[in-house]
């Protein structure tokens, strides 16, 4: 019987093992650069709330990691999934922005050495969202939050353009414009041609307009990441991508959100007439969240034009 329970207790680890492998998909891009896909649907006990995308870039002097995770524990599992393929430390984790999934986790890689980079512009918001995001946190992720806490930048950057290098590796962070949250950026890798974009792309998935966001300026961060026509695109959601399916994804979206709220705000129509009139969306009904997001997406793009 012994036996049994114990044959059974192996079981169920190595199933609990796989489980929380599968949290995140590696994908290599070049032999240095790694993309780590999450979950494109809600934050969940099981994916930890990383239900995002990571990457990080395996330098001769440690390991660049592209934002942390939405807790202490989820990020112990991105830097499992670090150690595996670089075995070597996280010098820098770099904040693409301030929803939870993109900062959360600082403390864990700070409490290992790690340097948290971010603009100040992000830390700003971070600090604004913190406490709210930690309760917001709480019901899905239970006892996988505790540890966790708000760790920011020591030294925010102050300029909205920086080009930083590590063992021989540069990264630019740059802001284009307020996106889905104040202060988000993108990280590009100008040797190899690779954007990790954060927030600004989501693929396979529809995205997201909070009421912190800005369609509009969103929609013109998009045109500047258009503008760098980088090769490979890491998005903030969905799968590795290009250019182009980035634009069928969330451009077209963006503008045709934008596009059809102006019309709307222009002729002060109302919310109501705006919703009702824009939420058949058949190029765009394909992608994962639609049903759930659309509506408030329009809703919340028209009264941010109607404001302005």
């Known amino acids: 019987m012994k036996k049994i329970i114990s044959a059974l207790f192996i079981c169920v680890a190595l199933i609990v093992g796989v ?8 994908q290599t891009i070049t032999p240095t650069v790694h993309a780590l896909i999450g979950e494109i649907g809600g934050r969940t006990y099981q994916n930890h709330g990383l239900n995002a995308n990571f990457g990080f870039i395996d330098t001769k002097d440690g390991v660049i990691l592209i934002d942390s995770g939405a807790s202490y524990q989820g990020a ?3 830097d499992q999934e670090i150690q595996k393929i670089a075995k070597k430390k996280v010098k820098w984790v770099i904040n693409t922005g301030s929803q939870d999934h993109r900062w959360l986790g600082n403390d864990y890689f700070s409490s290992q050495g790690a340097q948290i980079i971010a603009l100040s512009r992000t830390v700003k918001t971070q600090q604004s969202l913190a406490i709210a ?7 899905a992720l239970k006892e996988r939050l505790d540890k966790t806490k708000p760790t920011h930048a020591k030294e925010a950057l102050m300029k909205d353009d920086h080009e930083l290098t590590l063992g021989g590796v540069v990264v630019q962070l740059k802001y284009l414009d307020h996106a889905h949250f104040a202060g988000d950026i993108v990280v590009y890798l100008p040797g ?3 954007l990790f974009s954060g927030d600004h792309i989501y693929i396979d998935r529809i995205l997201g307009v909070l009421p912190q966001s800005d369609a509009s300026r969103w929609l013109q961060a998009f045109s500047k990441i258009e503008a760098m026509k980088p090769k490979v695109i890491i998005p ?4 590795v991508t290009n250019m182009t399916k980035a634009k069928q994804d969330t451009g077209d979206y963006l503008n045709f959100l934008v596009s059809g709220c102006k019309k709307y705000a222009d002729e002060m129509a109302g919310v109501e007439a705006a919703v009702k009139n824009l939420a058949k969306a058949p190029a765009f009904e394909r992608l994962a969240n639609f049903n759930d997001l659309h509506l408030g997406n329009v809703s919340r793009t028209y009264l941010k034009l109607e404001s302005q």
């Open 133 to 139: 995001q930690m309760d917001s946190l709480r019901p």
């Open 19 to 26: 489980s929380y492998a599968q949290v995140l998909k590696h």
């Open 76 to 78: 112990q599992l991105i």
């Open 236 to 239: 903030g959601h969905g799968s």
């Open 192 to 194: 190899d041609n690779i």
